[in-house]
């Protein structure tokens, strides 16, 4: 329980040692009671206490901030399409988009028949949502015979989703589905009567098996078609472009499993794929009587090969697309005249088709570092290939490429009703030098007024973790600062996959701290290099970007003025030590078994941030978790916010804000979510010294 009441200062949460031993070695944690022994249940009052008085600790904090906080939010609310709606694809013979009506926070989703003039509602999710301080929308499925809508969602934030059925035609609604429905993925079978789903384990945070729901049963009579005990691989399910198959696919980011059965048997027997092979990874999908699959079998870039429906085993691997030192394949969608991909190159993305006579090309964009990706493409039939494209200064935009003619059709541009002069601002990308020579890419946007004298105001972003990429797109947030003079900056470091899968793999296990280090280096040169200056230099990520960044701040707390840790997964060695946890098992490929290796240990001890916080000068902190979060549990950035308050020896703010009914996504809804953002902006402006306020720590 916290030792100080809020009006002498910030809850100082009690030490209670605790020591564990590890290979001969002992691990201290004055903190550890932070963690409810009852969970996944959170009702332990000393912890709840704690809890609550650190929120009660940032309201106090934030009040000077209201009225900036207020600003921002109306700023980026006037960016805000209050009626934002989707381009139309057309799937089954309708056509479908979602929208949002004026001032709602969730999306309303419709169709059409080809030909109708008018949109029916298949699903409100507004209405869905009534009566829930949380709502998030998971998986949404139309049945092959297109009557039914098959839809999941989580109602609290710990990833258990609902699955309901809605018949289309006479508007019965079938909600006796399963209520423990993983994210992962629905199935229909072919004849529309029964959906396939993966279930996340009654007592857990895990996925073991895949079972079949007849529509207008009970989820209790549902039948179990697949099961795999091995919690160290993660379990997703999908439909094949084709709709023909069902694939489930297992992986540990090292090896893949995947099975498939026609969705028309009248017994669903999964096998396999490709039998797997140790460190060989592979997607598979099916369209147009084969499969098509993208692979890293002969090279860490991956191919793209097919392989005939009856056997579709590696040996009979044929490559539609050889790998490549320097293209990485990200994605593939097949159409019946031509097939899309998706890759990156030289830390870009791009877009290449290829036409069945074998001619192949690649879409032209007029910016130099831009995203595009492979948009909406759900009828195979199209003669067009739709496709997302933005920059960090061009809004998010959707155009209709058509291969055969090379032809760009705009079809929606996002617009920004408050208004936006795009020609006020810049983004290009510079090369960094970290300590070991690799060169690493950081892409930058901001007004053109602005002058790089050492001066200017900064934040820079990163994430570095399992390959995700965090792309230069655009934000409506973003202006908001921008527009105060800030430099926005995105760190493309190893552990993501801006360069090649490589990249990625110089990111983890025993190459982690390559990661951190980019990070640091790259601050270091935005300093040297008259960017910014360590009093207006910030920094913010979340999740595994919320460990980056606590390991920058440990590694070089003189670099930064600010830090924003959003749900930060800052107790690395701790969570890996528990294997009871649904991410602990799986996550060792990515991190190392510190119970089974004693070098993994001593390596993840070396970096953890948590284990590594010190008497010393700290930045400013806010730090963001959710109590429902079973993926960063909400004791994380509790302990971290402990154990720094305990120790820093500095005045600089540190405020924690729990979530006390939302998970790893925050507050839902589009409204709520920005309100949190600009909370974050506030916090950020304040300690850059852009706008002033005053509070105390």
């Known amino acids: ?115 109708s003039d008018e949109y029916e509602t298949i699903l409100d999710e507004a209405k869905e949502a009534e009566g829930h301080e949380f709502f998030s929308l998971g998986n949404l499925s139309i049945s092959p015979d297109g009557k039914r809508l098959a839809w999941s ?98 992986d540990d980011r090292t090896t893949t499993y995947t099975y498939h059965f026609p969705t028309d048997a009248s017994e669903a027997k999964p096998e396999l794929v490709s039998p797997a092979r140790e460190g060989v990874r592979y997607v598979a999908d099916h369209a147009n009587g084969q ?39 990200r994605d593939i969608t097949v159409f019946d005249d031509f097939v899309a991909i998706e890759e990156t190159s030289e830390g870009l993305s791009r877009v290449r088709v290829r036409l069945n006579s074998g001619e192949e090309h690649y879409v032209r964009f007029d910016e130099d570092v831009y995203t595009a990706s492979l948009g909406i493409n759900a009828d195979p039939a199209a003669e067009f290939l739709r496709i997302s494209y933005e920059s960090m200064i061009t809004p998010d935009t959707v155009y209709d490429y058509i291969p055969a003619q090379k032809k760009m059709t705009l079809r929606r541009q996002q617009q920004i009703p408050s208004g936006y002069n795009k020609s006020l601002y810049t983004t290009g990308r510079i090369w960094v030098t970290a300590r070991d020579g690799v060169e690493v890419p950081v892409s930058i946007v901001h007004r053109k007024d602005v002058v790089l004298d050492g001066q200017a105001p900064m934040l820079l972003y990163g994430y570095g973790a399992y390959s995700h990429t965090v792309n230069p797109t655009f934000s409506t947030l973003r202006p908001s600062l921008l527009d105060r003079g800030l430099i926005w900056g995105i760190a493309h470091i190893r552990g993501g996959a801006a360069m090649g899968y490589q990249w990625y793999l110089d990111g983890k296990l025993e190459k982690r701290t390559n990661t951190f280090n980019d990070f640091v280096d790259v601050s270091r040169y935005l300093v040297e290099n008259d960017y910014t200056n360590p009093e207006r230099l910030a920094i913010m990520g979340g999740s595994a970007g919320g460990e980056l960044v606590g390991a920058a701040v440990v590694q070089a707390p003189e670099l930064y003025q600010a830090a924003v840790l959003q749900v930060p997964f ?36 070396s970096y953890s941030p948590y284990d590594n916080i010190e008497a010393m000068d700290y930045p400013a902190m806010m730090v963001t978790g959710g109590l429902n979060d079973p993926r960063v549990t909400y004791w994380e950035p509790a302990k ?27 507050k839902t809804g589009r409204y709520a979510s920005v309100y949190e953002w600009a909370q974050e902006f506030a916090f950020v402006l304040t300690q850059l010294g852009v706008e002033s306020v005053d509070t105390q720590d």
């Not at 008085?53 to 940032?58: I, P, R, S, T, V």
């Not at 098509?292 to 579709?312: L, M, S």
């Not at 154990?643 to 925050?666: F, P, W, Y």
């Open 291 to 329: 499969f098509y699959i993208r692979t890293n079998d002969e090279h860490v870039n991956f191919r793209i090969v097919t392989a005939p429906e009856d056997t579709p085993d590696a040996p009979h691997w044929q490559s539609l697309f050889p790998p490549s030192d320097d293209i990485y394949y």
């Open 1 to 115: 329980m916290p030792e100080n009441n809020h009006s002498d200062g910030p809850p100082v949460a009690e030490k209670r040692p605790s020591e564990r031993s590890y290979h001969g070695l002992v691990l201290e944690d004055d903190y550890f009671w932070l963690k409810d022994p009852s969970y996944p249940d959170t009702d332990d009052e000393d912890v709840l206490d704690y809890l609550r008085a650190e929120n009660a600790w940032f309201e106090r904090q934030m009040a000077p901030r209201h009225e900036l906080v207020e600003t921002l939010f109306e700023e980026m609310k006037g960016r805000m399409e209050e009626d934002l709606a989707e381009v139309p694809w057309i799937e089954g013979g309708y056509e479908y988009r979602w929208r949002y009506s004026p001032g709602s926070e969730y999306k309303l989703w419709e169709r059409r028949a080809s030909g």
């Open 570 to 605: 800052v107790d690395v060695l701790n969570t890996m030590l528990d294997e009871t946890l649904p991410l602990t098992p799986p996550e060792w490929l990515e991190w190392g078994n510190p119970i089974e290796s004693k070098a993994a240990f001593e390596l993840i001890q």
């Open 153 to 250: 969602a989580d109602f609290n934030g710990s990833e258990r989703e609902h699955l309901v059925v809605d018949d289309l035609a006479t508007g019965e609604r079938f909600a006796d589905g399963s209520e423990r429905v993983s994210s992962g993925g629905l199935a229909w079978a072919a004849d529309s009567d029964s959906i396939y789903y993966s279930e996340v384990e009654e007592d857990a945070w895990y996925t073991l098996r895949v079972k079949q729901h007849v529509i207008g049963t009970s989820a209790a009579k549902d039948r179990e078609i697949f099961y795999n005990p091995d919690r160290t691989l993660f379990l997703s399910l999908s439909e094949s472009r084709s709709r023909e198959y069902v694939l489930i696919t297992m």
């Open 640 to 666: 971290w916010t402990a154990k720094m308050r305990g120790l820093k020896t500095d005045d600089n703010e540190l405020i924690m804000k729990i979530n006390m009914g939302a998970g790893h996504q925050g």
